[in-house]
């Protein structure tokens, strides 16, 4: 069954620390975005990529970095995570063409200490 | 770039009653529509997607208007049922919005109580 499959569920950083959340999409679509949701704000769109190589700054992407190696694969970096970075984490994949909708990931929840 | 307000924020109704979502968005080339359910703890689920040329949507319980002249669109859940309990985003999508992007409303966290 296709799917959008995060990792990890959960995790805790410290500040100043390295975080990696990875991202997995059996779709086979082209674009895979990257959002963050809170309270408040809904989700908020970070980082996003057209395919293979590509990586795209979305409407928050200052404190973040992506990389795309391959059409499956999407992973959303903070190099130095601050605490301002607690959220809950959405990976998504879509195809390109107009109103296409999206295949969310199951989310991870970050806690920056 | 696209702006959505979402309304209200917080919803609850009983068991039976409607339970009306309203989006309002700026983008007056704004194309595609979306709605999404959020379950507590779980992922966005889509609800219903809607294009220009459709007005009304009908679901299994609940309605989706469009109004493209007030850049409104809401969504109507007619006897809402404690299943209903969760949180609904609108989404919409612009032509000018390289890659098929979303901008999503700030959600609507509904609350049915028996």
């Known amino acids: 069954e296709a799917a959008v499959t995060q990792s990890p569920r959960n995790k805790v950083a410290v500040t100043g620390g390295k975080v990696t959340l990875s991202c997995n999409q059996t779709?086979?679509?082209?674009?895979m975005y990257w959002y963050r949701q809170d309270t408040g704000h809904g989700l908020r769109l970070i980082h996003y990529?057209?395919?293979?190589?590509?990586?795209e700054k979305g409407d928050i992407p200052d404190g973040y970095k992506a990389s795309r190696p391959s059409q499956e694969n999407f992973s959303l970096i903070l190099e130095l995570a601050t605490p301002s970075q607690t959220s809950v984490y959405f990976c998504?994949?879509?195809?390109?063409?107009?109103?296409?909708?999206?295949?969310f990931g199951s989310g991870t929840r970050l806690l920056v200490i | 770039g696209e702006q959505v307000e979402q309304r209200p924020p917080h919803l609850s109704v009983r068991e039976g009653d409607s339970a009306v979502i309203t989006c309002t968005y700026t983008?007056?080339?704004?194309?595609?529509f979306f709605w999404y359910k959020q379950e507590p703890g779980a992922s966005l689920q889509l609800l219903m997607k809607?294009?220009?040329?459709?007005e009304i949507n009908e679901g299994q319980g609940f309605t989706v208007l469009l109004n493209k002249k007030d850049k409104r669109l809401s969504l109507n859940l007619t006897a809402a049922h404690p299943g209903d309990s969760a949180a609904y985003f609108c989404?919409?999508?612009?032509?000018?919005?390289?890659?098929?992007?979303?901008?999503f409303g700030g959600g609507t966290r509904l609350t049915v109580r028996p």
């Open positions: 990529s057209y395919g293979a190589g590509s990586t």
């Open positions: 998504a994949s879509g195809d390109a063409g107009l109103g296409s909708d999206y295949t």
């Open positions: 779709n086979n679509h082209n674009n």
């Open positions: 809607v294009f220009s040329s459709t």
């Open positions: 989404a919409v999508s612009a032509p000018n919005n390289a890659g098929a992007k979303l901008t």
């Open positions: 983008d007056p080339n704004s194309y595609y």
